[in-house]
């Protein structure tokens, strides 16, 4: 009799099995899916450095935080 909680020989090679089948499935329906994801996951992982948007909004703060001073400036002294 086995114990509460372990796993059946028959059901640990059902589950063998079931990972072996997943392992040869490709989980992207086309080639454009697969690269789009690689391209995801590099960004992500910062290889490609920042996009355009990105250093186009700190050059907008930097410019806007660089306005204000100037006029701070001007109406301080």
Not at 18 to 23: G, H, I, K, Q, V
Not at 25 to 38: G, M, N, Q, V
Not at 46 to 68: C, D, E, F, K, T
């Amino acid at each position: 009799m086995a114990r509460v909680g372990s796993i059946s020989p028959y059901a640990s090679l059902e589950s063998s099995v079931e990972d072996a089948r997943l392992s040869f499935a490709c989980a992207f329906s086309s080639s454009e899916e697969f690269e789009a994801a690689l391209i995801k996951n590099r960004r992500e992982a910062g290889l490609y450095g920042p996009s355009p948007r990105q250093r186009q909004g700190a050059a907008g703060a930097i410019g806007i935080a660089v306005g204000l001073l100037i006029v701070i400036c001007f109406v301080a002294f």
